[in-house]
């Protein structure tokens, strides 16, 4: 069973625009989520985190957004910069130290 | 039933032992893949087999073999265990010939310590 969700596998937007990845999660221990983008032929690179203490964390133009009530999480990147098309994974984890990875959605910016 | 299962989840051991990972999907995919998550979090490819054969074998220690008996299964073999080989080791798998991200499905994690 897929705990962690990913329910659009590609997404495109134009340059400048804001990107909205979007993630559901099943497991209502899980406490600690993040982000990875990947490059064609690169592993992931982590990119932001959230814990469940926390409804919002920010960096730079990347916003990550929790919603437990509907153990929802979405990724926000304003604005969106050509050099961010790549797939997007999201991952959570609980107290086993587990993480569980969604099936990644590609982002595709238009210049 | 687990797509991607990883055996054992948790690994403690000691310093020159020689150990091993399994992984299994029972997706039908044709391409998987072992990953080392460093201390950053960062996500670092090792291998990847596709239809049992080797297609990426990234600067790792030859102390790590993989090894896949068909292409259902990676398994992740390590000699001569070392304390900075300490870290959380995802299996993941897909299928290729469609776009690039299609299908990607990981494994939850092995954590193996070194002592």
């Known amino acids: 069973d897929q705990q962690v969700k990913q329910n659009s596998p590609s997404l495109s937007v134009q340059e400048g625009r804001i990107s909205i990845l979007n993630c559901d999660y099943t497991?209502?221990?899980?406490?600690?989520f993040l982000w990875y983008k990947k490059y064609p032929a690169e592993g992931p690179t982590f990119l932001i985190s959230i814990s469940s203490i926390k409804d919002k964390n920010e960096d730079g133009r990347f916003t990550v957004f929790l919603n437990k009530s509907a153990k929802h999480l979405s990724l926000h990147i304003v604005p969106s910069q050509p050099g961010d098309s790549a797939v997007y994974f999201c991952?959570?984890?609980?107290?086993?130290?587990?993480?569980?990875f969604g099936t990644g959605t590609s982002l595709t910016v238009i210049p | 039933d687990t797509a991607v299962s990883q055996t054992p989840k948790y690994l403690v051991t000691q310093m020159g032992n020689d150990k091993s990972i399994k992984c299994e999907q029972n997706?039908?995919?044709?391409?998987m893949y072992w990953y080392k998550q460093d201390s950053k979090k960062f996500l670092k490819i090792m291998f990847s087999y596709n239809n049992k054969e080797l297609i990426i074998n990234e600067t790792v220690p030859n102390r790590f073999s993989p090894k896949s008996p068909d292409k259902a299964h990676l398994n992740l073999h390590i000699n001569s265990l070392e304390l900075g080989d300490s870290a959380v080791y995802f299996c993941?798998?897909?299928?290729?010939?469609?776009?690039?991200?299609?299908?990607?499905?990981f494994g939850s994690g092995t954590r193996l310590t070194v002592v």
């Open positions: 991952a959570a984890s609980g107290a086993g130290n587990q993480f569980y």
């Open positions: 997706l039908g995919h044709d391409t």
């Open positions: 497991n209502s221990m899980f406490d600690y």
């Open positions: 993941a798998s897909r299928r290729t010939g469609t776009a690039f991200n299609y299908g990607y499905t």
